[in-house]
């Protein structure tokens, strides 16, 4: 049995939706589908969250969503008169528009994306709509159930055949509708795959697959056909797009094979995301891709003799725990540590945080270096092999780009490198040829 999950611009307009019914049919495996709102038709378009979003504020701005929720209506209005279906669209969206203006919150009024999605898809394919509402149970805090979570789907889904359920939202403890991160369809649509035992998680998208660069960087690089579950967590962390970085967790313990599929090409076999280990021996391959994430900072502390000093590095990553600031990476050497940090954590704090380290570690000196970007060139069979990292310095040093940081992971699946911005692309491109 498979479970599928269809992303936004699968389910865009009536005649993507139509392409979904028909992937979904062609394989009676494929039991439960869960899908994401719709997403951009067009590069000018705009997705039905980020619309439904502009609702939420259009009603905190102005008392009513009225304005914003137009381009809601008229989507989902054009796809039930389009796809011939008949799911009361009208008096849904009436109820979603008054529950907006009456003060809903902006995780409710983003969740009804997908729940109108499900309901579209379900009608259209005649299986049961289930809403995960009830089913994805997150904390007070936030933080997934994820045991109780499945243990719900299967006593839900046990005496349902087939169905159709929307991606993105769960609820809390107080049974209020609240949402993962951007994206986070994903995530649903693996803890489905796990709750039911599927033998595949299909994630159908709009690409044949996860590429080994950056396709906006480097010219037409290959697709990945195979990488395990460790290397997908850094290239998806490290921004490669393709999937949610924390979709990978639910499936991986049970060893569910993802496969990233294309709804636009259904034919290509996609990537195979398996368990670390299974992955098959790639003609001697050493890189399996590369991604990388501009906007970091690098905060450099120096204090001779700081590793004799004991609770050097806890005093320092107290004031970033004060602060509720996470940090990406700590490479350090005999009197040195530098704290890699996203600008978007460390942003309007970024003062504060080196004045409370001057105060704490009476450092000899303490400096600050933004736009930082770091590339990461993953692989598993970098592991117990020398020569890669020769390979990724030669490569930056041949088109001058200054290294500013190295981070080598212990597993030694991966090699991160800080570079300055202005050297990102051209870095990307280095690396890429020399492993091509
Ligand atoms: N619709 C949500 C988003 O745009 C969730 C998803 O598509 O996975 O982020």
């Not at 039930?80 to 009361?88: A, F, P, Q, R, V």
């Not at 902006?106 to 999605?117: F, P, Q, V």
């Not at 299986?127 to 007070?140: G, M, N, Q, R």
């Not at 597993?411 to 202005?422: H, L, P, R």
Request: glycine share 8%.
């Amino acid at each position: 049995m498979k479970v599928c999950k269809f992303g936004g611009t699968s389910m865009a307009n009536s005649a993507t939706i139509t392409q979904v019914a028909d992937i979904v049919r062609a394989d009676s495996e494929r039991r439960y589908v869960v899908v994401s709102a719709p997403g951009k038709r067009t590069s000018a378009d705009i997705k039905v969250t980020d619309a439904l979003y502009a609702c939420h504020r259009e009603r905190a701005e102005k008392g009513s969503c009225k304005e914003a929720f137009a381009v809601i209506r008229k989507r989902f209005l054009d796809i039930e008169k389009e796809l011939g279906i008949d799911i009361s669209v009208a008096s849904e969206l009436d109820a979603i528009e008054k529950a907006i203006d009456a003060g809903a919150s902006a995780d409710y009024t983003a969740s009804r994306g997908e729940y109108l999605s499900a309901r579209v898809l379900a009608a259209l394919l005649g299986y049961e709509f289930v809403d995960t509402a009830s089913l994805i149970k997150f904390d007070k805090d936030g933080a997934l159930l994820l045991d109780l979570s499945l243990d719900n789907i299967r006593d839900r889904l046990a005496s349902v055949d087939r169905a159709v359920l929307p991606g993105f939202y769960g609820t809390d403890n107080e049974n209020e509708i609240k949402t993962f991160s951007r994206g986070g369809s994903d995530i649903s649509g693996a803890i489905v795959a796990r709750a039911m035992s599927a033998s595949v998680y299909e994630n159908w998208t709009d690409v044949d697959g996860f590429l080994t660069a950056d396709p906006r960087i480097v010219k037409d690089p290959d697709i990945i056909s195979c990488l395990s579950y460790k290397e997908l967590r850094e290239l998806a962390y490290m921004g490669a797009e393709v999937l949610h970085p924390e979709s990978v967790f639910p499936v991986r313990t049970a060893g569910i094979p993802i496969n990233i599929k294309n709804t636009f090409n259904p034919s290509a076999a996609g990537t195979m995301i398996v368990p670390d280990g299974k992955v098959p021996a790639a003609g001697g391959k050493v890189i399996t891709g590369i991604a990388g994430r501009k906007g970091f900072t690098i905060i450099n502390i120096e204090k001779d003799m700081m590793n004799r000093e004991i609770g050097f590095g806890r005093k320092a990553l107290s004031i970033l725990e004060y602060e509720g600031i996470s940090f990406e990476h700590m490479p350090s050497g005999i009197d040195t540590l530098s704290l890699v940090i996203r600008d978007e954590y460390l942003g309007p704090h970024a003062q504060k945080v080196v004045a409370s380290l001057r105060a704490a570690l009476n450092a000899d000196n303490i400096d600050i270096h933004s736009g930082l970007s770091l590339i990461a060139t993953v692989g598993h069979n970098m592991a117990s092999r020398h020569g890669t990292a020769a390979t990724i310095f030669a490569a930056l040093a041949a088109s001058n780009i200054n290294i500013r940081m190295i981070d080598q992971g212990s597993s030694e699946m991966n090699i991160i490198v800080g570079v300055d911005t202005f050297d990102y692309e051209k870095a990307i491109c280095a690396i890429y040829h020399a492993f091509k």
